[in-house]
């Protein structure tokens, strides 16, 4: 069992940054290949990014590739999403969760555990 809690969430400006932190309890969590996911009001979740168990590889939606970066560090069992460049589109609560499978799944449906989300506004 992985319980996840993420944090960092707030309003920001168009163009502006935040950093977001999904802290993990157990002691497995660098068996699990991690992602972050968002949901804006009357949409489906989408994929944002994931990365692997050692956190060598990395994968990005096209809509945030470049902007945003997710690393995570196993000894403090902690994934996070450096967000930079913020758009208005950005704006959802963004939600952290993790999966058995080797490789990080692109659909919400590959996970197995899952954070209660961190609000994400950007205003223009």
């Known amino acids: 069992q992985v319980q996840l809690v993420e944090s960092g969430g707030g309003l920001v400006q168009t163009g502006g940054s935040l950093r977001l932190s999904c802290a993990a309890s157990?002691?497995?969590?660098?068996?699990?290949?991690m992602g972050w996911f968002r949901q804006a009001p009357g949409k489906e979740r989408e994929f944002v990014t994931g990365?692997?168990?050692?956190?060598?590889?990395?994968y990005y939606a096209d809509s945030v590739k470049g902007r945003f970066t997710i690393s995570r560090d196993n000894a403090k069992n902690t994934v996070y999403l450096q967000m930079n460049s913020l758009k208005p589109e950005d704006t959802a609560v963004y939600y952290c969760?993790?999966?058995?499978?080797?490789?990080?799944?692109?659909?919400?449906?590959?996970?197995?555990?899952w954070g209660q989300g961190t609000q994400v506004t950007v205003s223009s």
């Open positions: 969760a993790a999966s058995f499978s080797s490789r990080p799944p692109m659909t919400a449906s590959g996970y197995n555990y």
């Open positions: 157990g002691r497995t969590f660098s068996s699990y290949t």
């Open positions: 990365i692997s168990t050692s956190g060598s590889r990395t």
